[in-house]
């Protein structure tokens, strides 16, 4: 997969794209990325990107054209690319997505900055509006490198064997089962009998009911659209009924 990053700020994906399962990725010749400055796009002596908001205002809006020509110019090289804006008022990123991006030829994602973005880029250049959660933050960048890392554990022959991106949390809509490793006491805290007894279907029910119980005291909002059977559901209840 190419994905192809438009930023003011080239040199911020330098460390983390250095690193770790994404490097994997590029030395694997699964993922390839290409990160374009937005400046060299500009026409003007000055390399504007920015400019004052009609109607008044704080703060500045980057200006369409450049962003434009940009997409105009890495589609050459990457043209099945679906345009991704990162922005504060996008669609939340979440793993069915992730998974969505994972499946295309290629991603070119747009870092806004500044208070916005000129609303025509958004409504006439790009595929899909993007936020990675209710919070605000000076620019689109991190929020582009969560989504590479993100899209990139998903492709396939990423993670080595030894792990399965379908047992991650969110990937049936619940969280993850808590996990242990040695020592067996740790803290005073010793490790669920069940994890020792090499009983494996006892095991798997334990995880899955571990499961629900995360799910439902951090994150009762995903139960609404978690993949539940009945054995779940009649679970869930008994545990509500015990108040726990
Ligand atoms: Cl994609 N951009 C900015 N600036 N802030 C955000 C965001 C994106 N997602 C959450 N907050």
Same mark, same amino acid.
């Given at each position: 997969m190419k994905i192809d990053i438009v930023t003011l700020f080239p040199d911020m994906f330098l %460390?983390?794209?250095?690193?770790?399962?994404?490097? /994997?990725?590029?030395d694997r010749g699964l993922l390839e990325i290409g990160l374009h400055q937005l400046r060299d796009f500009t026409t003007d002596r000055h390399r504007t990107v920015d400019d004052t908001p009609y109607g008044g205002g704080a703060g500045m809006l980057m200006k369409p054209e450049p962003i434009a020509a940009a997409i105009t110019s890495v589609r050459r090289n990457n043209p099945d690319a679906k345009v991704v804006l990162l922005s504060p008022q996008g669609e939340p990123l979440s793993q069915q997505l992730a998974q969505e991006f994972s499946a295309m030829p290629g991603l070119i994602l747009i870092c806004g900055r500044?208070? %916005?973005?000129d609303e025509r880029v958004r409504t006439t250049l790009c595929d899909y509006t993007v936020s990675i959660g209710d919070y605000v933050l000076s620019g689109g960048e991190l929020a582009a490198m969560v989504v590479v890392d993100t899209v990139t554990r998903l492709l396939p022959g990423a993670l080595g064997s030894s792990h399965s991106a379908a047992d991650d949390s969110f990937s049936d809509g619940l969280l993850e089962y808590p996990q242990y490793t040695r020592p067996v006491v740790f803290n005073d805290l010793a490790v669920p009998e069940v994890l020792l007894s090499g009983n494996h279907a006892e095991i798997a029910r334990w995880r899955r009911q571990e499961s629900l119980v995360a799910t439902a005291r951090?994150?009762?909002?995903? #139960?609404?659209t978690a /993949? #539940?059977?009945?054995?779940?559901r009649s679970y869930l209840s008994r545990m509500e009924e015990r108040g726990q």
């Open positions: %460390g983390p794209f250095q690193e770790s399962i994404i490097k /994997r990725a590029q500044y208070e %916005g973005v951090t994150r009762p909002d995903l #139960l609404k /993949r #539940l059977s009945d054995k779940d």
